[in-house]
T-cell receptor
């Protein structure tokens, strides 16, 4: 499958624990995005990378959140000291700069539940 | 700040009916607009993308229109089927110099009854 993949698909954790999610973009897509979606709402932008450079961060991305894309391929999103308010679906997307329409393609998401 | 609104929030129709979903946005300086479908607990599937210079796009039973000056887009679904039941989201991307983020509406939850 050549689509965007995310791992894990579901994560249940206790408040205060750290969690890390992984996203593998479509091969050769140079832009990678993270969004967060809470129940009944549309996704909200968190951050994006072009190759390995993190070019934009939303104010939603508090100090407890960190994202990396070390070699310009896969990306990780880490949440430290999780809170119940972090419970959401975390969506990853990728696009190709200069590609047709620069369209973003989304992965299946990681559902986080903080108890 | 770009704001995107979708009306109605929920819609229930009998199978076979034609329907229109509405999306409005406050900043008309958009680069493009995308319509997505989301099934419960799943990721987003892109349905149609309209560039700012285009007026409409069609794919099968779906037709999306864009009126940038008035800040509106519609998604028309012809001959609806129970398999069309899902949440439909519209998202806008501002001009290239304003970054690459998509700003989403809250979605319209569509139920097509057999």
């Amino acid at each position: 499958d050549t689509g965007v993949s995310q791992d894990p698909r579901h994560k249940i954790t206790k408040r205060g624990q750290n969690v890390t999610f992984r996203c593998d973009p479509i091969s050769e897509h140079n832009r990678l995005y993270w969004y967060r979606q809470t129940l009944g709402q549309g996704p909200e932008f968190l951050t994006y990378f072009q190759n390995e450079a993190q070019l934009e961060k939303s104010r939603l991305l508090s100090d407890r959140f960190s994202a990396e894309r070390p070699k310009g391929s896969f990306s990780t999103l880490e949440i430290q000291r999780t809170e119940q308010g972090d419970s959401a679906m975390y969506l990853c997307a990728s696009s190709l700069v200069g590609g047709p329409d620069n369209e973003q393609f989304f992965g299946p998401g990681t559902r986080l539940t903080v108890l | 700040k770009q704001e995107v609104t979708q009306i109605p929030a929920a819609l229930s129709v009998p199978e076979g009916e034609n329907l229109v979903l509405n999306c409005s946005f406050t900043d008309s300086a958009i680069y493009n607009l995308q319509w997505f479908r989301q099934d419960p607990g799943k990721g987003l599937t892109s349905l149609l993308l309209i560039q700012s210079s285009q007026r409409e796009q069609t794919s099968g039973r779906l037709n999306a229109s864009l009126d940038k000056s008035s800040g509106r887009s519609t998604l028309y679904i012809a001959a609806s089927q129970p398999g069309d039941s899902a949440t439909y989201l519209c998202a806008v991307r501002l001009t290239e110099t304003s970054g690459s983020r998509l700003t989403f509406g809250e979605g319209t939850q569509l139920t097509v009854n057999p």
